[in-house]
């Protein structure tokens, strides 16, 4: 187990409506990253968090955004959702030292109906 | 934009076979690459690779980087059923973020 946790397991939903995903990182992590990953395709990076402040986005539109708390906790927010953002949402957390790796959570699976 | 190509995105092979998977990538300022293993839902960790030449080993299990073609490879000897599962690269550059790879399924049948 990596220490990183995340709440939901499961979700569903129906298009329009918003979710937040939480994620609590390992000790002594101050960064979190969040992933989407589509069925039979790699995680894609959404954007990371480092002392409660974003600090670089993929290719996702505004309606995904998210937080990270003094704690290092953090959440995904997406709103309006489409059918295409089912999927396993990762959360990643990590140091700004590049010498230490990213340990993920074990994902929520998110289903849009 | 960083690149990350694994190749195959599937292999089936028999109990005690030797496979490797192969990975190439294209990354700005490169950092790392890493393997991981995803079973179910988590990616867990096996290999953070930085430097070419030094293989990374464990247990049945082994990696190494070739930064000059950009390319890292995963070995794995006599494999087992247990390792039947998505085999995921991804490289990270100077903006931390990983870049994955489509991964590449292995299945051991016994």
């Known amino acids: 187990e990596t220490g990183v946790t995340q709440s939901p397991t499961h979700l569903i939903k129906t298009r329009g409506q918003q979710v937040t995903l939480r994620c609590s990182s390992q000790?002594?992590?101050?960064?979190v990253s969040w992933y989407q990953q589509a069925l039979g395709q790699g995680p894609q990076f959404i954007f990371q968090?480092?002392?409660?402040?974003?600090?670089g986005r993929g290719n996702f539109p505004p309606r995904f955004s998210g937080l990270q708390f003094p704690n290092y906790s953090s959440e995904l927010n997406v709103n309006a959702l489409e059918l295409d953002d089912s999927a396993l949402y990762l959360c990643a957390s990590s140091s700004t030292d590049p010498s230490v790796t990213q340990y993920f959570g074990p994902g929520t699976r998110l289903t849009v109906l | 934009e960083d690149k990350v190509v694994q190749s195959p995105l599937s292999l089936v092979v028999h109990e005690g076979d030797t496979v490797t998977l192969n990975c190439s990538y294209e990354?700005?300022?490169?950092?790392?690459l890493l393997w991981y293993k995803q079973e179910k839902k988590a990616p867990t960790f096996l290999f953070m690779l930085t430097s070419s030449g030094i293989e990374k080993k464990s247990g049945r299990l082994s990696s190494i980087l070739d930064k000059k073609e950009l390319f890292s490879i995963l070995n794995i000897t006599a494999t087992q059923t247990g390792d039947s599962a998505i085999y995921l690269c991804?490289?990270?550059?100077?903006?931390?973020?990983?870049?994955f790879g489509k991964g590449t399924l292995l299945t051991v049948n016994p």
């Open positions: 990354v700005t300022n490169f950092r790392s």
């Open positions: 000790s002594g992590h101050n960064t």
């Open positions: 968090y480092y002392r409660e402040e974003e600090n």
């Open positions: 991804a490289v990270r550059g100077s903006n931390y973020k990983l870049t």
